[in-house]
């Protein structure tokens, strides 16, 4: 079993970054795939960032470019760097690990409880 902790959300105006961090506890493997997705109100939960062991990452279009994932194995925590905020980020961001990188998150297997950004305009 996979424990996903997420911390450094919060409120911040549009332009400005913040950081969010998601470490992993339990049986956790180098080769598991870990992403963040997020789920703004009465939308569809979508992909953020994802990163497969290698180092290969992958992004939602909308944050190409402003956002960056990466992942400390040996700490077993996986970071996004959120750059250029728009009111449009506002959402709540969930850690994920699993099998593979998927738009929906239906290759995650384990998901934390989610960290709320919200971006004023």
């Known amino acids: 079993q996979v424990q996903l902790v997420e911390s450094g959300g919060g409120l911040v105006q549009a332009g400005g970054s913040l950081r969010l961090s998601c470490t992993a506890s339990g049986t956790m493997s180098s080769s598991d795939a870990m992403g963040w997705y997020r789920q703004a109100p009465g939308k569809q939960r979508e992909l953020v960032a994802g990163i497969i062991s290698g180092g290969s990452t992958y992004y939602g279009d909308s944050v190409k470019g402003r956002f960056t994932i990466s992942r400390d194995n040996a700490k077993n925590t996986v970071y996004l760097q959120m750059n250029s905020l728009k009111p449009d980020d506002t959402a709540v961001y969930y850690c994920?690990?699993?099998?593979?990188?998927?738009?929906?998150?239906?290759?995650?297997?384990?998901w934390g409880k989610g960290t709320t950004v919200t971006v004023s305009s």
């Open positions: 994920a690990a699993g099998r593979f990188v998927s738009r929906l998150g239906t290759g995650m297997d384990y």
